[in-house]
């Protein structure tokens, strides 16, 4: 079965930034940071990489019900646990290729955040498909959500 998911609610100024900086350099890695304080449990035992990564279908706070974005997971760490030296890295990359997002932040309105997803591959879909197009990995077809936020695995 083929792994994927699909991220609820992105904010598209985020989307826009990483698809402007892997126009300028097409194998740039790029970071998206979910809110959540839980696990994504698939990427963190599945470890994607650029020779092997999931398929990641987005949908944005102001489209919840499309799919409007697709790329590809390359990777991804646990925000609390990331060495100091690869925080610098990260924090580097950040403020020249995402400008809008600052830095790597590990708590959102005091919750803390866990997730670090690496992308590559981001584009924007010509025309936005239905979220119900997308299937659960138990059969089910995705429902649009009313708010953004989380997850679900796909197949």
Not at 121 to 148: E, G
Request: aromatic share 8%; net charge positive.
């Amino acid at each position: 079965m083929k792994k994927a998911i699909f991220l609820n609610g992105v904010f598209e100024d985020v989307l826009a930034e990483i698809l402007e900086a892997q126009r300028k350099h097409p194998d740039l890695v790029c970071y998206l940071q979910p809110y959540a304080s839980g696990r994504i449990v698939l990427l963190q035992k599945e470890k994607p990489t650029p020779d092997n990564p999931i398929p990641l279908y987005i949908a944005t706070t102001d489209n919840l019900a499309s799919v409007s974005y697709k790329a590809m997971i390359v990777g991804w760490e646990n925000k609390q646990e990331i060495p100091p030296d690869r925080f610098t890295e990260l924090n580097k990359a950040i403020r020249k290729y995402q400008p809008g997002e600052k830095e790597i932040y590990l708590d959102h309105n005091g919750k803390v955040c866990i997730n670090l997803i690496s992308v590559k591959r981001m584009s924007k879909l010509s025309s936005p498909i239905p979220v119900s197009v997308l299937t659960k990995r138990d059969d089910t077809p995705v429902k649009p959500r009313t708010r953004p936020g989380k997850w679900v695995y796909v197949s």
